[in-house]
């Protein structure tokens, strides 16, 4: 397993940018794919982004083209740009790691992302 840490949520006008940071506690190199979710009030989950291990990236169309996911393997962190927020931006980012062999599939304990309008 490997454990992550969430930081760089907070509340932010509609319009305006955040900046998301996932640290892993070891070298994500060996990791398939490193995702954001979110979790809306009343909402059911939504997987936001997704990085694979050749750095492919993938969106939900609600983001695409506002939000940018990378990661840097030096740091073990991965990020999540977020620009021209919108209110319903708002909820709990949570990043995830996941590997097919051997299974590994941890979660973080989220940061809060408040969008005003």
């Known amino acids: 397993q490997v454990q992550l840490v969430e930081s760089g949520g907070g509340l932010v006008q509609a319009g305006g940018s955040l900046r998301l940071s996932c640290a892993a506690s070891r070298s994500i190199v060996s990791i398939d794919v490193l995702n954001w979710h979110r979790q809306s009030p009343g909402k059911e989950s939504e997987l936001v982004a997704s990085?694979?291990?050749?750095?492919?990236?993938n969106y939900a169309d609600s983001v695409k083209g506002r939000f940018t996911m990378s990661r840097d393997i030096g740091k073990k962190t991965v990020y999540l740009e977020m620009n021209s927020l919108k209110p319903e931006d708002a909820g709990i980012y949570y990043c995830n790691a996941r590997r097919a062999l051997p299974w590994m599939d941890s979660w973080g304990q989220g940061t809060q992302v408040t969008v005003s309008s």
């Open positions: 990085i694979t291990n050749s750095d492919r990236t």
